[in-house]
């Protein structure tokens, strides 16, 4: 059965966007990082938020621009959306977080269904079907923007410690949820 894993690069101060889902401030940090390049041959489906999919993109201006991972994946995206229409090109476009996250986890196999989008991460989370997070630590303070997750009032989560890498742009933090 597929592990649904929510993976972000994130700003030391916790934001994975900046002010109105900026994500230029990524494009100086996208190095080469051996968890994520043996990670991304293992996802079977990505599970994708409508802001996330039609928003900014840190590869913008280049051949790899409107690519999951800049190019280096290609599968069945599933995308939360409140309008959703026809599928195109492997994209099928789904009314609700529990409907996608069934969809993509049959897709997926025995693989990961990545989640991109905060919102959505944080419904999974809610529907108790997240299972895992990946944040990529940049050396940036960003002060605003789309925190990883933003839940007031929520009560804590308790997460257990997978792994812990470096590289020289980054910290890759693994979690998996225990609670």
Same mark, same amino acid.
């Given at each position: 059965m597929a592990t649904t894993l929510y993976s972000?690069?994130?700003s030391l101060d916790g934001?994975?966007?900046g002010p109105d889902g900026d994500m230029s401030w990524l494009t100086?940090?996208?190095a080469p990082n051996p968890l994520v390049d043996d990670l991304i041959p293992r996802i079977g489906a990505l $599970?994708? %938020?409508?802001?996330?999919? %039609?928003?900014d993109d840190p590869y913008r201006g280049t051949d790899r621009a409107g690519k999951p991972? /800049? /190019?280096g994946w290609d599968g069945p995206q599933f995308v939360v959306t409140h309008h959703p229409r026809p599928p195109a090109d492997g994209i099928t476009f789904v009314p609700d977080v529990a409907t996608a996250v069934t969809a993509a986890r049959a897709a997926a196999g025995d693989g990961y269904v990545n989640i991109l989008g905060a919102d959505i991460a944080r419904q999974c989370l @809610? $529907? %108790?079907e997240l299972d895992e997070i990946l944040t990529i630590i940049a050396p940036v303070l960003l002060g605003s923007g789309t925190r990883l997750f933003d839940a007031p009032g @929520?009560?804590?989560v308790q997460l257990e410690q997978v792994s812990v890498t470096h590289t020289p742009k980054a910290i890759n933090t693994w979690m998996r949820i225990i609670n």
């Open positions: 972000a690069t994130m934001f994975i966007a100086p940090h996208i $599970l994708v %938020g409508n802001r996330t999919f %039609g928003g991972f /800049g /190019g @809610t $529907l %108790g @929520t009560p804590p």
